[in-house]
Each structure stands twice: as C-alpha cells, then as structure tokens.
C-alpha cells in the first residue's frame, strides 16, 4: 500500500545521540565486553524503600485506575507542603498539575503556553527534548549559545538582545543545567525572570535536577514569581525514572488549559506511580545517602579529569554531569565517543545532543553510577588516553 503522504515533518526531529551510544553498549555488553555507563541520565539506585512499599501496598490493596487528570488530591497536597518545608513558599495544591514525568509536563506547557509559529528562547548547550518537542509542535527554537563567560546560563542581557532581533513569546531555563551542572544564583535566576517579564515573555523553570546540588543554592522560580510555570519531576532526586511520574506548579490562568489538554492527552498519570511518590517525601534519609555517593563521584571526576586531558568545563553545581572539551584529543565527539566505548568500554554522550553547533568538541560523562565504577572509569580512560 502506498500512502499519499509519508510521515509528518513535524516528526522529522533529531535522534537522541545518547538512545545510539547506549545502543551500541548494550551491543557490547551482549558481546560479553565491559562497559561502564557514563552515557545516561539515571539513578543507578531503585526508588527508595517507602515507595516501594507504598506501591507493594497499593498492588495488595486492588484496584489501579484513572485517577483526576490533575493527580491524586493526596499527592497534590503533599507537594504543596513540600514547597512550604522546602523553599519555604506557600503554593495552592490548586497550582499543581501531577504529570507523567517532567517530559509530559514540557509538552503540556508548550501546548498550553505558545502557538504554532511562537519563539521560545533556550541556552545552547541544553537538553535535547526541549528543541525536539518545540520543533514537534511547530513552535520556533532559538537558541541562545552560552559559554563559561556567562557560567553556561542565559542572562537577562542575552535574552533583551534575542528578543530584539525577533520578538520572542517565551524562555526555558534550566537549574541545575543539563548538561553543564551550572546552578543559577538565586539573584541571576530573580534578575532572568524580571527581564522576561519586563518583555512580556512567559518564563518556564526546569528544576528537575532539584535536591541534588553539592555548590549553591537552587532557588525555585516560585520564590520570584507566581506566574513562572514551573516543572519538576521524581526522576532525580527521588531515583523513580521508570516510574513516570512528575508535577508541575502552574499560575492560576494556566491550571484549566494544562488540565484539559491532559484529559485528552493521557486521561491521567499512572495512579500506582502517584500513591508510591506520596512516601517519596518521606524517604530523606536514604536519598540523601545516594546524593552523598554522587557527591563522592562529582569529587573523584573533577580531581581526575583534568589531568587525563579533560581540563575545561564548568565545576558542576548541581545534577550528575560533567560537560567537558574533548578539544585536545578530537574535533568529532561523536566519533571520539564511539572509539572511547569500543577502545576503553567507557560510554559517555556526545555533546552534539546538547548543542548543534558546538557540541561536536564537548563530551558528556554522567557520574550516577557507582563510585568504583567512576573510578575504575577514570583508570581505563587514563590509560586509554596515555
Ligand atoms: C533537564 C531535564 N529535564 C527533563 C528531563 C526529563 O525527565 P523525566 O521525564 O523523567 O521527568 C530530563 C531527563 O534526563 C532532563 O535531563
């Protein structure tokens, strides 16, 4: 059968780099060869105890079902107070939208927040589901290069300055950033918000990788402004990737429109993953015990790297990545990536993920994994590299 049309060009979005290099581990592994996993953004721990008890419970007790599109009241209420006992700020449980993971909440702010034909401002490098999903909506992309002048982050200068050029509708901003690690400062992430307001842009606050900063403080956008749309997700911090689960706070004009794109959208995030994300609050101890390990391999990365050769990237504030120059050994990162999995079984994600223009002399290493792994990572890159 042919088709009169292929597939959409809205679909045409790029591959991510990270899904092929893992790819090739795995091919690896399946060969009977060591790898280590420096590739991907997960927690190499399983949820904590209290969520999976809490879910043991849930599967005992029967039932599963759609729950409000919204999430469970239960939950909502539990992260209302959390940004009370957290950042010491008084949200409406009415604000927040549980979603399914932070991926959910993006698409349902960009649907909710622009137009087809909207310009959305992002620092170059960035997360790649951002330009992915925007370019998928039919919402212009603009990226914004960053550089260790302005600590990988978008300052209200360079926002003024693209919206001259061509006026812009919205700003994502991520802290701590994926990939550089780069937390704002609570006054530069203020003086952002100010600036897109001033220019009537809607401003939407990354703060996934939340909880886990070991330099600064990570200032919520709600602290600056009730109109900021702000996502999170308990991917990170609370080690529950597979899990789906997320949230976002909303300003009061959006919580309709976020809610009746998602009835439509996925009816409502898994009820299972929201009973099990209520104990996630109550499960500090063991996760400050996994953030202490990433601590302990944020240490051994930043003493270690420098001299095998990777000696320029930003000290890493928050989240679990190092974003490092491969200058001195390649031009091509994607190519240096390959050779590095197949020559030393180390994995790591090529920068073009992040960044198209310049990604091509970056690397990315993600130290979730465990801390011999990272040191035996280091060992065979050294060696590899000598
Ligand atoms: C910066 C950033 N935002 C969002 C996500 C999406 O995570 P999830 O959909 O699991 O919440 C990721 C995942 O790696 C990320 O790095």
């Not at 900063?213 to 529950?240: H, Q, R, W």
Request: hydrophobic content about 45%.
């Amino acid at each position: 059968m042919t088709y009169k049309k292929g597939p959409s060009g809205r679909s045409a979005v790029e591959p991510f780099l990270v899904m092929e290099v893992m790819r090739a581990a795995i091919d690896r592994e399946a060969a009977g060869g060591r790898v280590i996993h420096m590739e991907v953004g997960q927690p190499g721990a399983a949820a904590p105890q209290p969520v999976l008890e809490a879910a043991r419970a849930a599967l005992d007790h029967g039932r599963i079902g759609y729950t409000e599109s919204l999430g469970l009241r239960s939950l909502r209420n539990r992260i209302a107070r959390h940004y009370g006992e957290t950042y010491g700020i008084d949200v409406p449980a009415e604000r927040i939208a549980v979603t399914t993971g932070s991926s959910a909440g993006f698409n349902l702010a960009f649907l909710a927040a622009f137009d087809h034909g909207d310009r959305i401002a992002l620092a170059a490098p960035g997360y790649p589901a951002y330009r992915n999903l925007l370019h998928a909506l039919g919402i212009e992309v603009v990226e914004i290069p960053v550089s260790a002048e302005t600590r990988y982050v978008l300052t209200p200068d360079l926002l003024r300055e693209a919206h001259a050029r061509m006026p812009l509708a919205g700003v994502l901003v991520a802290s701590p950033a994926n990939p550089s690690g780069t937390v704002m400062r609570p006054a530069a992430l203020a003086g952002l918000i100010e600036a897109a307001h001033e220019l009537g842009l809607r401003f939407i606050s990354d703060e996934i990788y939340h909880g886990l900063v070991y330099d600064g403080i990570a200032e919520t956008a709600l602290a600056t402004s009730p109109e900021a749309i702000v996502v999170n997700s308990f991917s990170k911090y609370y080690c529950m990737t597979g899990w789906r689960i997320g949230w976002m706070v909303l300003p009061e004009s959006m919580v309709r429109p976020v809610e009746r794109i998602a009835q439509n959208l996925y009816i409502s995030p898994p009820e299972i993953s929201q009973i099990a994300a209520i104990a996630a609050f109550d499960s500090r101890p063991e996760l400050e015990a996994i953030k202490s390990s990433y601590a302990e391999n944020r240490r051994i990365l930043l003493d270690r790297l420098p001299p095998i050769g990777f000696d320029e990237f930003h000290p890493v504030d928050g989240a679990f990545y190092v974003y490092a120059s491969v200058r001195r050994f390649a031009n091509d990162s994607v190519d240096f990536a390959r050779r590095m999995l197949a020559e030393a079984g180390v994995a790591a994600t090529p920068g073009l993920d992040f960044d198209r223009a310049n990604g091509h002399g970056w690397i990315r290493f993600s130290f979730a994994g465990t801390t011999p792994d990272m040191v035996e990572a280091m060992e065979r890159l050294a060696d590899w590299l000598r």
